[in-house]
């Protein structure tokens, strides 16, 4: 595949059984491959600056930070550092935001063996993956004006990230230490996505949630 030798590769995720898994497709990819793993963003911004890397493959709901927060890390310690998007939500609803973010490409953690590897190849080879799905999504937003039809979109990328971390069932002062905002602000930030999704409760929020993120 003409990749580069000695590739250096960080695996961000909080969970073990994920790392272990994305690791051991890399290693039959790239069995040269030089691999790191962290569990949450403080590890993620303490490698970058100690280590010269090619390729982050990371979560989105990790303690400690926010993938926004991550990127915009990424691009001024190490902008040459090409990152993959590797989560479980909505491909076509979360996808294109974390592009328009900044990141380099979108993996469903749902994907076969064979996109994995495509999309890791894409990323180490180009620096960047759109998967057919979300390139069917970005070809209807053109034509259309208009992105998938979820209450979701109404939401800001602010609001969607606390509205997952509310989903989880984190308290606010939990999700203010995280998010480094005032609980007061996170407050504000949940009374407005309950009013934009015309709901009243953390299970409703769920249930929309689950819906939509599937």
């Known amino acids: 595949m003409g990749l580069k030798v000695n590739i250096r590769i960080v695996v961000a995720d909080d969970h073990g059984i994920v790392r272990m898994g994305l690791i051991q497709t890399i290693k039959r990819l790239i069995p040269d491959a030089i ?3 962290v569990e949450d963003y403080k590890s993620l911004y303490k490698l970058i600056l100690n280590e010269k ?4 493959i990371m979560d989105v709901n990790m303690p400690n930070g926010t993938v926004q927060e991550a990127i915009d890390y990424i691009k001024i310690h190490q902008p040459e550092l090409k990152t993959l998007i590797f989560s479980s939500q909505d491909e076509e609803l979360y996808g294109m935001r974390y592009l328009k973010m900044g990141a380099g490409g979108y993996l469903s953690k749902l994907s076969s063996a064979e996109v994995i590897e495509t999309a890791l190849t894409a990323m ?5 993956y759109i998967s057919d799905n979300i390139k069917e999504a970005i070809f209807f937003e053109s034509l259309t004006g208009s992105g998938k ?6 939401l800001s990328d602010r609001e969607l990230q606390i509205a997952n971390k509310l989903a989880e069932g984190l308290p ?3 999700i203010s230490n995280q998010l480094n905002l005032h609980s007061s602000t996170i407050s504000t ?10 709901i009243r409760s953390i299970p409703e929020l769920v249930e929309i949630l689950r819906l939509y993120n599937l």
Do not use: H, T, V
Request: glycine fraction near 4%; hydrophobic fraction near 35%.
């Open 35 to 37: 691999i790191s793993e």
């Open 53 to 56: 890397l090619d390729l982050a």
């Open 124 to 128: 180490i080879s180009k620096g960047r």
């Open 149 to 154: 039809n979820s209450p979701l979109e109404a």
């Open 172 to 174: 606010l002062k939990e």
């Open 189 to 198: 930030y949940k009374n407005r996505l309950f009013e934009k999704l015309k």
